[in-house]
C-alpha cells in the first residue's frame, strides 16, 4: 500500500467522530493486512468485557480502511452490505481488529466489475481478537459504488 494512501486513511480516521469515541489506536497496514487496535476502557460493557457493538463497529472500520486503501478512488462509496459476528469468550483487554487481503482472484474480479459495471461487492476476510487468537469471528461484505451508481439499491 502506498504511503501517502496510508495516511491519508489515517487522517481520515482521526478526523472522524467515532474515533474520539472509540480511541482506535493508528492501523498497521502491511501489503496483507491492516490492523486496527483499541483499548478496552471506553469499549467496555458494565461487565467490563469489550461492549459488541464496539467489536463490531471497529472490525467494520477495518475492512472499510482497508478496502479504501486498496481502492483509492475519491469517486467511490463503499457500505458495508452485510455483517455478522460470533462472540467464543469475553474480551476483556486490548481490543485488535485484523482485516487480512482477499485473494488475488477475487481483489481483481472486484476491482475489474467496479470499473465495468460502476459497483462490486467483496468479502475480506476480517478477523477480531483479545490478546489470544480466536475470540471472535465477524464476516461481512462491503459494496462499492461509482458516484453515478450511489443511488443503486445493491451490487
Known amino acids: 500500500m502506498h504511503r501517502d494512501s496510508v495516511n491519508s486513511t489515517l487522517s481520515f480516521i482521526s478526523r472522524s467522530r467515532l474515533h474520539g469515541r472509540w480511541k482506535c489506536g493508528w492501523p498497521n497496514t502491511t501489503d496483507w493486512q491492516l490492523r486496527l487496535v483499541a483499548p478496552i476502557a471506553p469499549n467496555h460493557n458494565h461487565l467490563g468485557t469489550a461492549f459488541g457493538g464496539s467489536l463490531g463497529a471497529i472490525a467494520m472500520l477495518a475492512g472499510y480502511s482497508f478496502l479504501w486503501l486498496e481502492l483509492q478512488d ?12 460470533s462472540f467464543r469468550r469475553p474480551v476483556r483487554e486490548e481490543i485488535i481488529a485484523i482485516c487480512r ?21 467483496i468479502a475480506p476476510g476480517r478477523n477480531h481478537r483479545g490478546r489470544r487468537v480466536g475470540r471472535r469471528r465477524i464476516s461481512g461484505s462491503f459494496v462499492a459504488l461509482k458516484e453515478a451508481n450511489t443511488t443503486s439499491n445493491e451490487a
Open 74 to 85: 475519491l469517486t467511490c462509496h463503499l457500505v458495508v452490505r452485510r455483517s455478522s459476528i
Open 101 to 121: 487481503r482477499p485473494n488475488e482472484n477475487d481483489l481483481l474480479t472486484f476491482k475489474s466489475t467496479l470499473t465495468r459495471n460502476g459497483k462490486a461487492r
